[in-house]
């Protein structure tokens, strides 16, 4: 039971270049979420898609676009990336959004550097 | 509104003896709170949950946590300190239901000296 993973788990970019980082779970959630973690800021919310077939912005989504290409698969995309995305990424899903104390699992994260 | 405040960026303790990290927070509502571990190079994984019934709460790995309203706190705390304890830890907040209102709290290392 691999949970959620997360590809690719490093990735060096040029400042303007694209790139997609790829997110699957085989728990069967219903909820996906994507965010980045920065030194002293925790983690912030980018996308999540509370159900196959819908997104929503978080707090930090300006730069990102997102696509829930199946239950299973959630895609996060920089087309034109900088240096402030700078940052470590994570996916994470759980079994429903908007019911409270469910716990999400998380991937094992990607550190992207733009530069 | 919510906020999540972790008290200290870093904790040091030495191995065997009690580990203390502390979480306040603020909520409109009835809060749900977690306790979230990441170790280097990690995912986050979780080690408790406060979910509205015991105001004590039992994690994995020895952690508690104990949720007082009156002091808006949900300190995280074990007897013994472990050398594998070495991580970063993040206190969660959810007023509102729905993981994607949830808020991180900017995280504790915890040092572990043998």
């Known amino acids: 039971n691999a949970g959620v993973t997360q590809t690719p788990k490093f990735q060096v970019l040029k400042t303007g270049q694209s790139m997609t980082l790829q997110c699957a779970q085989d728990m069967n959630h219903n909820s996906m979420y994507w965010y980045r973690q920065d030194p002293g800021m925790g983690l912030r919310l980018i996308y999540y898609s509370a159900s196959e077939g819908t997104t929503d912005k978080g707090e930090v989504p300006n730069g990102y676009n997102v696509s829930r290409l199946n239950k299973r698969e959630f895609s996060l995309r920089l087309e034109s990336a900088a240096p402030s995305q700078t940052s470590v990424y994570f996916c994470?899903?759980?079994?429903?959004?908007?019911?409270?104390?469910?716990?999400?699992?998380f991937g094992q994260g990607t550190r992207l550097t733009v530069v | 509104a919510q906020s999540v405040t972790q008290l200290d960026s870093h904790v040091s303790v030495s191995e065997g003896t009690p580990v203390l990290l502390r979480c306040n927070y603020s909520?409109?509502?009835?809060?749900?709170l977690f306790w979230y571990v990441q170790h280097p190079n990690k995912g986050l994984q979780l080690l408790l949950k406060?979910?509205?019934?015991?105001?004590l709460v039992k994690g994995i790995n020895g952690f508690e946590a104990e949720f007082k309203k009156s002091e808006t706190s949900f300190h995280l705390t074990k007897p013994s300190a472990h050398m594998s304890d070495a991580a970063e830890y993040f206190c969660?907040?959810?007023?509102?239901?729905?993981?994607?209102?949830?808020?991180f709290g900017t995280g504790t290392k915890l040092q572990v000296i043998p």
């Open positions: 969660v907040v959810s007023s509102s239901g729905g993981y994607q209102k949830v808020t």
């Open positions: 909520s409109s509502y009835s809060p749900s």
């Open positions: 994470a899903s759980n079994l429903q959004d908007g019911v409270p104390n469910t716990e999400a699992f």
């Open positions: 406060y979910t509205s019934a015991a105001t």
